[in-house]
């Protein structure tokens, strides 16, 4: 069921002409009004009318004098500002017909008189009660409004908004009319179509009634759509009939709408979106950074012809003849490189000619990409910003998305992720602070509490290297982005990096200047360093794998994991089923692998939690058991699908504990067990330890 219904913004006069109706466009900076000159031959033309179903909330003039019931006969009229804003449902349906104009347009009558019908006949009219006497209930300023007089008195004050739904037969309210002049011949009406913008996201624009301000178009933060433009398009749409309200799809006014749109000079109103580097929305959406640039054309021989500010939604609407031009953009440090392909890396200028509007109404925009630097330096901007889980990188800005704060008026995250890709941490670099940068983050703190690192010629000396000193908490505090500037000034990278690690030593082979094995140390590195990764999200095989493939890697230990051949998909539903009659191996260094996450990706992906307990340990004694031991469930099933895996991470006289992955995936540090004996449906009722022996 349609609610749009668009009318012109004067009653529909039969017999009326486009001459009556004299239509100036003005632009007084970045806003644009549209005055027009009414013959009052017939005064019914004087008579406004609702463009579209919304919410009007009415701006008095500072002088004018609020009677204490406006909607009393006879009161003297109060003179002001009476704006209209387009009803959500009417959003969405004006964005099929337009699509690149999906906002809350609102639009103003500007210098207009109030009279007592006006109250009477729309005012209290959408707010009286449906069933029985009264009003529909108000507040305003904490305080209940019950009488006509109160509802009357807030709305001239303009401390109230009312909504009103004008059919497709009928406006249903009573508008105010024009004030013909002395001779009672002509009448003038200023109006302006727009909408308020704002460049923090998680703070909108005050609504109408909240503003203290009479003409809030004239705001930086109004961004105007001329009238004529608007028009044009939707009357060349076929369903344009079907939109517009009765007697209103040939009203004189449009016509002469479009006679001032086509004026040769200055020419028809046309229009530019700029976007920022990345996908293209579909709709425009504000940008701090847009206040900053400049749209201009140019000649052929680089003579400025026109020019004109961004808006905050990177629009520009400009009125020129059919021409071709140079289009350039200029910020505060000088030309932006542009294109009309996201994916290129711009020019400084591009030649352009204004498209033709096809005759069915189709917008025509020339859309294109301003490869603003819209990233800063997390490691040297002043002061520094602490980054943590929840901060994205969004138009121009950082944000904290639980905070609800803006944290920078620059993108800093994928900056930050780069810094930690560069440093060797193979960062996802994709603009938001995530669980996986939150870990990069840890083990880059976590790496600079030693003195190991790399330069570009190897290894560097120890002696040379001053060991951090914070704290490893996964935050990119003041102190870690500090030490990051150290690295990055001094060229260091982590000795510990994402490629294939080197098959130097076998499980059984003693740690040198030790008598302890690598097996033996397994359990001691798990201690020291399980905490580093029990903050990632993980199915409960993952966990103890990515374990045992960092000590493999740490330590240059060759791994074979055994597994059965087939699928294990865990979505609901998802088929799970393999050849159990075949084992297969994944050998770490048989030349099938070049680094380690590809490495941990394909066992992760195919060494369930049954291969595990079944392929891949050996059972232990619940008074053997260490931490880094793991322990299997087959839930007293042998041909169960589900097989659960669990890590020992502690171990006292008393109790076991444990913690792991699951599914759907969850960080083991928050799925803990305690256990005073093995659980009754543990794989073979036992504890088991990896089958270290068997992986050289």
Known sequence: MSHLFMRAPFEAVVGSQSTDYIVTMNATGHVHQTVVTVDAGNPARLNLQPLFPGRLTFKPDPSALIPANPSLPDTPAIKGNLYLELCERCIHELARAIPSIQYRLVFGYLGIALGSRFFTETVLRSLKKKSGSGFLPKRV????????????????????????????????????????????????????????????????????????????????DFFTVPLAYLFHHLRLRPDWSALAADGHANHAFFQALDEANEVSAPGRWRRVRVFLPGNRPGTSTTAKTFGDLRVIGRSAVGTEIWHSNLNQLGD???????????????????????????????????????????????????????????????????????????????????????????????????????????????????????RRTQRDVRAFQTQAQTTARLGSAGPID??????????????????????????????????????????????????P???????????AWVVANFQRFNEIECLCNWFPLLLLVEYAAAHGLHLRLRYYPGVASTAEGGERRWDFTRVLIHDSHNGAFNTKSSFYRKVKSTVTARMIGELNSKPIAKADVIVGDLLIYDFDNPNSSYWHAEVVT???????????????????????????????????????????????
């Not at 200047?513 to 359990?523: A, K, M, P, Q, V």
């Not at 540090?669 to 004996?677: C, I, K, V």
């Open 316 to 434: 520009v609407f400009v009125r020129r003849p059919t021409e071709s031009f140079r289009l350039q953009i200029q910020g505060p440090s000088g030309i932006v490189p542009i294109s009309f392909d996201p994916a290129d890396s711009g020019e400084l200028e591009l030649d352009v000619t204004w498209p033709i509007s096809p005759s069915n109404g189709t917008e025509t925009i020339i859309d294109i990409t301003a490869h603003v630097k819209v990233e800063g330096d997390p490691l040297t901007i002043n002061p520094l910003v602490p980054l943590q889980i929840g901060a994205v990188d969004q138009k121009g800005l950082t944000l904290h998305r639980p905070g609800k704060r803006i944290l920078a008026e620059k993108e800093l995250i994928k900056p930050l992720q780069a810094t930690l890709t560069a440093f060797g941490f193979q960062t996802p670099i994709n603009g938001t602070f995530t």
């Open 462 to 511: 120890p002696a040379t290297v001053v060991a951090w000193a914070g704290t490893a908490n996964g935050i990119a505090d003041e102190n870690t982005l500090a030490e990051m500037l150290v690295w990055r000034t001094k060229g260091y990278r982590s000795a510990v990096s994402d490629e294939l690690w080197p098959d130097a030593n076998r499980w059984t082979d003693a740690i």
């Open 513 to 523: 200047g030790t008598s302890t094995t690598f097996i033996e140390n397994y359990h």
């Open 650 to 696: 502690n171990v006292s006289p008393t109790t076991v504990d444990t913690q792991s992955g699951s599914t759907p995936k969850v960080r083991p540090a928050d799925h803990t067990s305690s256990h005073d004996d093995v659980p009754d449906n543990a794989y073979q009722e036992t504890f088991r330890r990896w089958d270290f022996a068997q992986f050289d």
């Open 141 to 220: 300023k904490g305080k209940k409004l019950t009488t006509a007089a109160e509802i009357s008195n807030s709305f001239a004050r303009g401390e109230l908004s009312v909504d009103i739904r004008p059919t497709k037969t009928s406006a249903v309210y009573t508008f105010p009319g024009l004030t013909p002049d002395s001779s009672n011949s002509l009448g003038t009406a200023t109006f302006v179509l727009g909408l308020q913008t704002s460049d923090d996201p998680f703070h909108l624009p005050p609504s109408l009634a909240d503003s203290e301000t009479v003409d809030f178009t004239s705001g930086q």
